[in-house]
């Protein structure tokens, strides 16, 4: 419960209450599932903790699209070498077949600064 809360909170922009939610939610269930990972990067990202949200992006084994694309959304604003825009088309694709940036408009922020700041970044890295 606390993990979803804590996502609701990251589309509202309340990433600092959010942060501390899925921390919480980790302590109380020391074996928590990969997705948990998710929550907590994009908590960071919204919070423009970017060196966080790569370390908690970068422990989830096999990221969705999503996670994936959160996690190139960060390397991009910390300026860090990415993956070749063929490459990430890739493995968007490869994960679901219908993926097409146009998903991205999709994804329920509740402030806009925060969606246009997340298309900018994936700008950046290449995948728009």
Do not use: C
């Amino acid at each position: 419960m606390l993990a979803e809360m804590a996502d609701a909170l990251s589309w509202q922009g309340n990433a600092e209450k959010a942060i501390e939610q899925i921390q919480r939610a980790k302590k109380i269930n020391p074996k928590y599932p990969e997705w948990y990972e998710w929550s907590l990067g994009f908590a960071y990202f919204q919070n423009r903790q970017y060196e966080e949200a790569v370390a908690a992006l970068e422990k989830i084994a096999d990221p969705p699209n999503n996670a994936y694309l959160l996690l190139v959304a960060s390397q991009a604003l910390l300026k860090r070498a990415i993956p070749p825009h063929e490459e990430i088309m890739q493995r968007l694709l490869s994960k679901g077949l219908r993926w097409t940036p146009e998903h991205l408009e999709e994804f329920p922020f509740a402030k806009p600064d925060d969606q246009q700041r997340f298309l900018d970044a994936l700008r950046l890295a290449g995948v728009l």
